[in-house]
Nanobody, 126 residues
């Protein structure tokens, strides 16, 4: 069993920054890929970024590339999402997720992820 708890969401003006954190517990954090997804009102869950457990490779959605940075601190069992140059269209609930089954590579489909946090709201005003 894996427990994920997100924090760091809030209200920010366009162009501002936020850093989200996701604290993991319950299993071997270092052995699984960690990702961030988001869901805006009336829309499906959208992949944002992922960091692999092998080598810390990262992969981003085109919509956030160059603005967001995902990272992990295995000593603290925590994954982060640094969000810069925020836009109103980034407004959504942001979810942390763990893929415990991937052996190599990373996956971007929500169905590939086994555990989810409760989400944290990010609102960007124009």
């Amino acid at each position: 069993q894996v427990q994920l708890v997100e924090s760091g969401g809030g209200l920010v003006q366009a162009g501002g920054s936020l850093r989200l954190s996701c604290a993991a517990s319950g299993r071997t954090f270092t052995r699984y890929n960690m990702a961030w997804f988001r869901q805006a009102p009336g829309k499906g869950r959208e992949f944002v970024a992922v960091v692999s457990w092998i080598g810390g490779s990262t992969y981003y959605a085109d919509s956030v590339k160059g603005r967001f940075t995902i990272s992990r601190d295995n000593a603290k069992n925590t994954v982060y999402l640094q969000m810069n140059s925020l836009k109103p269209e980034d407004t959504a609930i942001y979810y942390c997720a763990a893929d415990i089954r991937s052996v190599t590579g990373v996956r971007t489909a929500p169905e590939a992820y086994d555990y989810w946090g409760q989400g944290t709201q990010v609102t960007v005003s124009s």
